[in-house]
């Protein structure tokens, strides 16, 4: 048993883990660290939008509200009542494939965060009532309306996901999902979903930071392993596996209310599953990340066309991912132009210096070290590594994979994947 | 799916549930004793240029930040300037020492650092975060953006565009909107706290080179800022290093900063920003409050903390988990080195836009009428002391706590004093802090709505409302 987290002489990382299996399946990273008296709970379940039925897109992330509403023996309120008075914090994600619930508390607190957890992993429907789901839907709806509905280019998302997936594709919608899917959704939705989705054997529970692991895995399996192990996951709704392009380049222009023309380019990838993701990832940072980035210096600097760029890579998981960039116009400028001067950019990257790829290595680095700092973070990216890869030490290996990633590697990135056979144009202008 | 490798140990965790007692799911389980809280050992020195350096070591990650403290920020800068700080900060790395911008970036980011520099109310600052191999040479290009900046006027135009531009943007974002149309209403157009840290279209129009070579000249030298650095380096290296690049660094005067007081209003106001359409009215409920020093901090972070710094306080618990007008409803006190303001705030859907401001108001007066039951008083209490170690946590975290002790003047063994200060507010103080503070006949109200919509239910309320077409960018 290595203690802390600690840094190897080449600034290579050791994270200490232990991995066990309750007898119901729940799989248990234990992650030891007592520098501060801190300890990270993460329990990260097998599902996420790409889970939803037609007619009930937004659904994983309604139910994610659902389950702070109160389970058996934890009162509506008195989960959030409970964590905030021992000086927690605490949340909730709802992603593609994914949902992850997370508690940060003084450590000895500990059982205090597997309780609430294992009470609504094991006994969340006693609870439910048609006010609460009827309470969290017009929460929801407010959180759509105040992210996307209100925002400018609040939309983006949603237009680049149903152009780059097919219709039948788990990835056609976002994770948000439709007003009327939301007012759709019953009390038997949930009942259902929770039974379905909600079992000891499609989930992982790390415990991260001061919590010696003898200790945290007798607490973990005291709470949790009584809790009913739960049938296989069913498979997922349409088709998973879209192909590797898009097909051509498929384009969507839209009139609205935003201040400033912008212009998206959203491309299939290979998945996080990949091995050649992470020449994707480093691929994107050549392109958009920091100032020296190809965009930055080429479009907001030299040839100030572009106000700001960005770009980014979703690391998801079923059939193909999504790689996007973006440029915004200054007032005025025309979106053909700046979709040219991004293809520009894209098409150059079959030329990347090893100089260029060596400072999106660097940065993609740093960025992951930083990830460690926080026991929060930590035991979320166990949790990851664990459920998608059966594999906690990849957290350790990650660094190495990233810094084996060659010139050639984005180079043929480029080649495969950015070209125009694999690329959907969303171009934003100001409504006049 | 890769194949599942099998996984260790299982059979410890089922001895482990045998030996247990029967579980009592029905309470919360009893805690053990809390692990008293170990604030990291914090030393000082001083650079033979004067420059005071703070450093708390620590060695687990191999990660190194390291802040430039500039005290001053848009505090410094008149009104009509507004936007100088922050330009001036953001000015730094366009070119220095004799490398180009790009030139700077590419060694930047070829090291994996990420440096960033901007200005708040009352600092401007450089912070550099650094995998420990590369910090030393990376603190050698912050220090050349420090010192030797070029502020071109080639660059500048570029820079001073982006954001003329940026202020056109944010004209379209009712978050901003909201927040910038209050800040006007509290401190009016004349203080320095009254436009946007970014300025606006007209005053970045009138900053040139000059001007911003001037702001650098009076606060950015070796009399006004201090050093903060946190991580993986030693008390030794990090003063060699700092010796090597700023020993004859310049200290000049710097010219006083004093924050003139803000207009109280004798009545409450009301004012409706038009956007229409809008799908939700983004609401702000503020006030001039505190200043940092304020003898009445304690007793704030308690006060905020139960009407609107948690989840589970009581905006958020009526606004949201009672009602779902809202995502959710906060509320925070910005302590600056003079009175900053207090804003309440929340996007509701827009027909609730009357009922919501009622509920906000409502909640003050609570506040004021009533004190605070025991059981939630102790809640905010726990809430607000328990989380310290959380904010000490990454050495970004460390940096930031000694920034906040050496610009606001605070001891060094503040933080040892926090929780036993946090939890000897009692409800009295409390109660006394919302009349000081929370009084609703001094509160602005300001509404980005759908005009057609929300305008005459908000004329109900009986309050003086003032209509706005948008906001001037």
């Not at chain 1, 964590?83 to 205090?112: C, I, K, M, Q």
């Not at chain 1, 996080?272 to 992470?278: A, T």
């Not at chain 2, 901090?297 to 009581?314: E, H, K």
Request: charged share 25%; glycine share 8%; net charge negative.
């Amino acid at each position: 048993m290595r203690a802390a987290p600690r840094a190897g002489p080449d600034s290579t990382l050791h994270v200490p883990w232990e991995w066990h299996t309750l007898g119901n399946g729940l799989r248990v990273v234990l992650s030891p660290d007592p520098t501060a008296a801190v300890v990270g709970v993460n329990l990260w379940y097998g599902v996420g939008s790409r889970n939803e039925r037609s007619g009930r897109t937004g659904f994983a992330h309604l139910f994610e509200h659902m389950m702070f509403q109160g389970s058996a023996n934890v009162p509506k309120n008195r989960h959030f009542e409970l964590v905030e008075r021992a000086g927690g914090s605490l949340n909730a994600t709802t992603w593609f494939d994914r949902t992850n619930y997370f508690e940060t508390l003084p450590s000895h607190h500990l059982e205090l965060a597997l309780w609430l957890e294992s009470d609504r992993m094991g006994w969340l429907v006693p609870a439910l009532t048609e006010e609460t789901l009827s309470n969290q839907r017009d929460v929801v709806k407010n959180e759509k309306r105040q992210r996307y509905d209100n925002q400018p280019y609040g939309d983006w998302d949603e237009r680049l996901q149903a152009m780059v997936f097919p219709s039948d594709h788990p990835y056609h919608h976002t994770v948000i999902g439709s007003m009327a899917d939301l007012d759709a959704a019953t009390l038997d939705d949930v009942v259902d979903f929770f039974g379905t989705y909600y079992v000891p054997s499609n989930a992982v529970l790390t415990i991260a930071g001061d919590a010696p692991p003898e200790r945290a895995l007798e607490a973990a399996a005291r709470w949790f392993g009584e809790i009913p192990a739960g049938s296989p996951i069913p498979p997922l709704p349409g088709h998973p596996d879209p192909g590797p392009r898009i097909g051509g380049t498929v384009r969507d222009r839209v009139r609205a209310r935003v201040p400033l023309p912008r212009v998206l380019i959203a491309f299939r990838v290979p998945t996080f599953l990949d091995p050649r993701f992470h020449a994707v990832e480093v691929a994107g940072a050549v392109l958009g990340a920091g100032r020296a980035s190809r965009l930055y210096r080429t479009l907001v600097r030299e040839r100030r066309v572009a106000k700001d760029v960005a770009s980014f890579v979703y690391p998801l998981i079923t059939g193909s991912s999504m790689m996007v960039i973006w440029a915004t116009g200054y007032p005025g400028a025309d979106p053909a132009a700046l979709e040219a001067a991004l293809v520009e950019q894209v098409e150059g990257l079959a030329s990347a210096t090893e100089a260029e790829v060596a400072r999106a290595v660097a940065l993609t680095d740093t960025r992951f070290v930083r990830m460690l700092e926080q026991v929060s973070e930590r035991a979320d990216l166990l949790s990851m590594f664990t459920f998608l890869f059966d594999d906690p030490d990849r957290l350790n290996r990650e660094m190495e994979l990233i810094r084996a990633v060659t010139g050639e590697d984005v180079r043929a990135v480029a080649e495969r994947w950015l070209g125009p056979d694999n690329r959907a144009v969303l171009a934003y202008e100001p409504a006049p | 799916m890769p194949q599942r490798k099998a996984p260790r140990a299982t059979s410890r965790a089922r001895t482990a549930v045998r030996e247990e007692r029967p579980l009592d799911r029905t309470r919360a389980p009893v805690l053990g004793a809390p692990v008293p809280l170990a604030l990291p050992e914090l030393s000082r020195f001083t650079l033979s240029c004067g420059v005071q350096v703070a450093l708390v070591e620590r060695h687990d990650l191999p990660l190194v930040a390291a802040e430039v403290l500039v005290p001053g920020g848009a505090s410094a800068v008149p009104a009509p300037s507004a936007g100088l700080a922050s330009l001036t900060a953001d000015m730094l790395d366009e070119g220095a020492g004799g490398r180009s911008a790009v030139e700077l970036a590419r060694l930047l980011e070829g090291l994996g650092a990420t440096l960033d520099s901007a200005a708040g109310y009352d600092d401007g600052h450089l912070t550099l975060l650094a995998l420990r191999p590369r910090f030393a040479e990376a603190l050698t290009l912050l220090v050349d953006l420090l010192r030797r900046p070029d502020f071109d006027e080639g660059e500048l135009d570029r820079v001073r565009r982006e954001r003329m531009d940026l202020a056109l943007q944010l004209v379209d974002e009712p978050r901003a909107v909201a927040n910038d149309a209050l800040s006007r209403l509290l401190y009016g157009p004349d203080h320095p706290w009254g436009p946007p840290l970014l300025g606006t279209r007209a005053t970045l129009a009138r900053l040139g080179s000059a001007e911003v070579a001037e702001h650098h000249r009076q606060r950015y030298h070796a009399g006004n800022v201090t050093i903060l650095v946190a991580g993986d380096v030693t008390e030794g290296e990090l003063r060699d290093l700092l010796e090597a690049c700023l020993a004859r660094w310049e200290r000049r005067a710097t010219p006083p900063c004093t924050v003139p007081a803000a207009p109280q209003p004798d009545c409450p106001r009301l004012c409706l920003v038009d956007r229409a359409g809008a799908a939700q009215s983004e609401i702000r409920v503020g006030c001039v409050a505190a200043a940092r020093s304020s003898p009445d901090y304690f007793p704030i972070v308690v006060l905020n903390t139960v009407l609107g710094g948690a989840f589970t306080s009581r905006l958020n618990t009526r606004l949201r988990e009672e009602k779902g007008l809202t995502y959710g409803a906060r509320s925070g006190f910005h302590a600056r080195c003079a009175p900053g303001p207090f804003v309440a705030r929340a996007a509701v859907h827009t027909p609730v836009t009357d009922q919501a401001v009622g509920v906000f108001l409502e909640e003050l007066e609570r506040l004021i009428e009533e004190p605070v039951p025991d059981e939630e008083l102790e809640r905010a209490k726990h809430y607000a002391a328990l989380r310290l170690p959380q904010r000490f946590e990454t050495v970004g975290d460390l940096v930031a706590r000694l920034a906040e002790l050496s610009l606001y003047h605070l001891p060094d063994d503040y933080w040892a004093g926090y929780v036993r200060r946090l939890m000897a507010v009692d409800a009295a103080r409390v109660r006394e802090a919302a009349r000081r503070y929370l009084d609703p006949r001094r509160m602005t109200v300001v509404v980005v709505g759908d005009r057609a919509a929300v305008e005459r239910p908000l004329r109900g309320l009986g309050m003086a409302l003032e209509v706005m077409p948008g906001a001037a960018p």
